[in-house]
């Protein structure tokens, strides 16, 4: 059974920085790419970054600047980091896997696996 566990800070301060992880489990993800996406409540859920397994990235334009993704193969964990957080960043952080050969842009259709979500509240 494939399963994407995140983990990491939930609370942070206005203009901080937070790691995630995700803990990924269950199968092999030779050709998959791993991504981040969130989702603020009304809103639909928003693609953020993504890498593949030789570490290549794709970074979401609008927060290209404030987010970086790696992936540490040997263990099979995804970081998200993101600084200078703000207020408007507080949402569900999801970990998805898509079975895609590069690490790009994806759609939520594209996902083949997604993590259960973790809160993150930035404060003010």
């Known amino acids: 059974q494939v399963q994407l566990v995140e983990s990491g800070e939930t609370s942070v301060q206005a203009g901080g920085s937070l790691r995630l992880s995700c803990a990924a489990s269950?199968?092999?993800?030779?050709?998959?790419?791993m991504a981040w996406f969130r989702q603020a409540p009304g809103r639909d859920r928003e693609f953020l970054a993504s890498v593949d397994s030789t570490g290549v990235t794709y970074l979401h334009d609008p927060l290209s600047d404030r987010v970086a993704i790696s992936w540490d193969n040997d263990n099979n964990i995804v970081y998200l980091q993101m600084h200078n957080l703000k207020p408007e960043d507080t949402a569900v952080y999801y970990c998805?896997?898509?079975?895609?050969?590069?690490?790009?842009?994806?759609?939520?259709?594209?996902?083949?696996?997604w993590g259960q979500g973790t809160q993150v509240t930035v404060s003010s």
């Open positions: 269950g199968r092999t993800f030779t050709g998959y790419v």
């Open positions: 998805a896997a898509a079975k895609h050969p590069d690490a790009t842009y994806l759609y939520t259709s594209w996902v083949d696996y």
